[in-house]
């Protein structure tokens, strides 16, 4: 299969070399919400983001422009093809955890898991499965999401706690990283039950490692064999960069289910729009939707 999506983390000193590179080159340049920037040329598009930093690549030229341009001139190294030779961990049988909605004051909270064993991760990785943050298409994120259901020996879960239950929990542990760390370990736990010789489970680290491995002794004999990993940028795992992208598919189903049925858009995240747009739905439905729509923890219900 002809490569048309390839993403890799840069360092931060790479990010003028390949600006300066692309500019050589003739690209055109635009700016991209999160992304130091995006250029294009001809049917290839080059984004670098902000986060990590990392660059994705898109298009019918991107194996050549991996190959010959990228790892010559920027990365140093051919990683292309390599990837079992430069990230063996990738490709033993794990658990990758990651979760979509924890920034955004409508909808869900949502944790997915997904296994992999060295057949699936490379089958993953060369059908384009990468970071749900750096996928800014919903449609996109939907394909990806019913690839990764379908390719043979992944095995998934997904909770999604909606609004109600969210606060209902978050009065319970009166703290985000906590609640948080129940659902990766329930996740894992289900996971456990489907795969019970699966050995590693890794997450992306959101607060300290006591917090997440506490919560998953806490799930008891099913999970005692396995050996919790957590780290920053887990999403560049293939298993967890598959979790992200099945959880974001829930997260966003569930704002447009909810949005078409109060006649109201539900934008992401918790800034000036997010405001108004639960003002109108107050006007609307009333202040006590606001428990079945939103977090309602948030700064974000102290400015309505």
Known sequence: MALNSYTAALKEADV????????ERGFEFFEKQYAHYTAK?????????????????????????????LEPEILGEARLGNEEILMPEMFEPHFGVDESGKGDFFGPLVVAGVYV?????????DQGVMDSKLISSDVKIGKLAKLIRSTPGVVWEVIAL??????????????LNRMLAWGHARVIASLAEKVPSCPVA???QFAREEVLQRALEQQGE?????ELQQRTKAESDVAVAAAS?????????????????????????????????????????????????TKTHFKTTQQM
């Open 202 to 204: 890794l997450s992306d």
């Open 222 to 226: 099913v999970v005692a064999h396995i």
């Open 162 to 175: 909606r609004p109600e239950k969210y606060n209902e929990l978050y009065t319970k542990f009166g703290n």
């Open 117 to 125: 064993d060295k057949a699936s991760a490379r089958s993953l990785m």
């Open 245 to 293: 992208i099945l959880a974001r598919e829930s997260f966003v189903d569930w704002i447009s289910r909810a949005s078409e049925r109060g006649g109201v858009t539900m934008p992401l995240g918790a800034s000036s729009r997010v405001v108004e747009a639960a003002r109108d739905i107050v006007e609307k439905h009333g202040s006590e939707i606001l428990t079945k729509i």
């Open 16 to 23: 003028e070399k390949l600006r300066q590179l692309l500019h």
């Open 41 to 69: 040329k001809g049917k290839l598009n080059v984004t670098v983001y902000q986060k990590g930093p990392k660059v994705l690549i898109q298009g019918k030229e991107t194996e050549d422009f991996v190959q010959f341009v």
